[in-house]
């Protein structure tokens, strides 16, 4: 069972920057792929960025150039920065890791607004 602490969410103005983290109980050495999804209201839990073991990235169409996926494997951590926020990148964002089984994270809030 891997466990999953997410940070780094709150409000933020239009064009702002947010640095999402979100630290595994386990060496990511055992985890194949690691990102992040996000849920808006009323719409379907979305793919917004993920790392595989061997560092290729995969982004949304909605966040390419904006937000970057990282990840410390000393730290069992990884990374979402975003920039530039718009008020369309307003959900939920919820962290996964991925080793024989999917596991989330409890999800952080992340509100773009003036």
């Known amino acids: 069972q891997v466990q999953l602490v997410e940070s780094g969410g709150g409000l933020v103005q239009p064009g702002g920057s947010l640095r999402l983290s979100c630290a595994a109980s386990?060496?990511?050495?055992?985890?194949?792929?690691a990102g992040w999804y996000r849920q808006a209201p009323g719409k379907q839990r979305e793919l917004v960025a993920r790392?595989?073991?061997?560092?290729?990235?995969n982004y949304a169409d909605s966040v390419k150039g904006r937000f970057t996926i990282s990840r410390d494997n000393a730290k069992n951590t990884v990374y979402l920065q975003m920039n530039s926020l718009k008020a369309e990148d307003t959900a939920i964002y919820y962290c996964?890791?991925?080793?024989?089984?999917?596991?989330w994270g409890q999800g952080t809030q992340v509100t773009v607004s003036s």
């Open positions: 790392i595989f073991s061997g560092g290729r990235t």
């Open positions: 386990e060496s990511f050495a055992s985890i194949n792929a």
């Open positions: 996964y890791v991925f080793t024989s089984y999917m596991y």
